[in-house]
């Protein structure tokens, strides 16, 4: 079975950077599109960016600029760059992934988040 475990989140200061690590494991599959999101008590899921595999992205309109996200097929992994960081994106961050597993097909994988904080 396929296992998704975020990583790299922790306490920052505002205007500081982290990055965030998205890793599969597990065997004969291959990660296609890969999302981050966020979510805080109360609030909905929020979309921070979404990448495919081949690598065109998009982002939250209000993140641009200041998130990134990038990938290493190779690894299995998908990276969330934050940049910049307020108080309000404190979080718990997610990652989402349409995994392909050889002979089942496609599902659609959470990891258990990590949580970021900004704060000073």
């Known amino acids: 079975q396929v296992q998704l475990v975020e990583s790299g989140g922790g306490l920052v200061q505002p205007g500081g950077s982290l990055r965030l690590s998205c890793a599969a494991s597990?065997?004969?599959?291959?990660?296609?599109?890969v999302g981050w999101y966020r979510q805080t008590p109360g609030n909905q899921r929020e979309l921070v960016a979404i990448?495919?595999?081949?690598?065109?992205?998009d982002y939250a309109d209000s993140l641009k600029g200041r998130f990134s996200i990038s990938r290493d097929n190779a690894k299995n992994t998908v990276y969330l760059q934050m940049n910049n960081l307020k108080a309000e994106d404190t979080a718990v961050y997610s990652c989402?992934?349409?995994?392909?597993?050889?002979?089942?097909?496609?599902?659609?994988?959470w990891g258990q988040g990590t949580q970021v904080t900004v704060s000073s």
């Open positions: 989402n992934a349409d995994i392909e597993v050889m002979g089942r097909g496609v599902a659609d994988y």
């Open positions: 597990g065997s004969d599959f291959r990660m296609n599109t």
């Open positions: 990448i495919t595999r081949a690598g065109p992205a």
